[in-house]
């Protein structure tokens, strides 16, 4: 094979490469974020980060993380919660939660039906009941009069999930 074709073929493979590349940008930017566990999409601002399976991982509420800490019995430690109502990155030991307010950016728009095309009961979702995180406990407290719920510093009801 000459030098000329060998300079060819790697000039095609850099091109490939490259354009596989671009594609692959392309695609992730037309396609949300997902959640670790469940699969749904990463809401602004209920975003929750946490070591789960000895890594980083992204959850899409602080519900679904604790959630998962309860179902694979193994720790799950939340490194950072996003603010409800201002999309702020809060601190777990800082922040204030509303847990089971009648608002849960991961429910689901659309009913399941059953195999007789009738609507399901939900008997179970890992992001309910919502938990919702403030910075302030003024913010949670005020927010909560408005969409039910109860306030609590994050610690306490991240050690209730624990146990």
């Known amino acids: 094979m000459g030098r000329a074709r060998q300079l060819a073929l ?6 490939a490469l490259a ?13 949300p974020e997902q959640c670790y566990a469940c ?24 519900a679904c993380a604790l959630s998962e800490q309860r179902q694979e019995g193994k720790a799950v430690r939340v490194t950072e919660l996003t603010a409800v109502n201002s999309g702020a990155k809060l601190s ?9 307010s009648d608002v849960n950016m991961c429910a689901h728009a659309h009913e399941m039906i059953d195999a007789d095309k009738r609507a399901a009961d939900v008997h179970y979702d890992r992001c309910a009941p ?20 109860t306030v609590l510093p994050f610690r306490e009801i991240a050690a209730s999930y624990a146990k």
């Open 10 to 15: 790697f000039a095609i493979a850099v091109m």
């Open 39 to 62: 699969q749904r999409p990463i809401h602004a601002h209920s975003r929750t980060v946490a070591t789960a399976k000895g890594g980083s991982r992204l959850f899409c509420c602080p």
């Open 92 to 100: 777990p030991n800082d922040a204030y939660v509303v847990k089971g």
């Open 19 to 31: 354009a596989g590349y671009a594609g692959w940008r392309a695609y992730q930017r037309t396609h």
């Open 130 to 149: 919502s938990i919702l995180a403030f910075a302030q406990e003024r913010e949670a407290i005020q927010f909560s009069r408005e969409h039910g719920g």
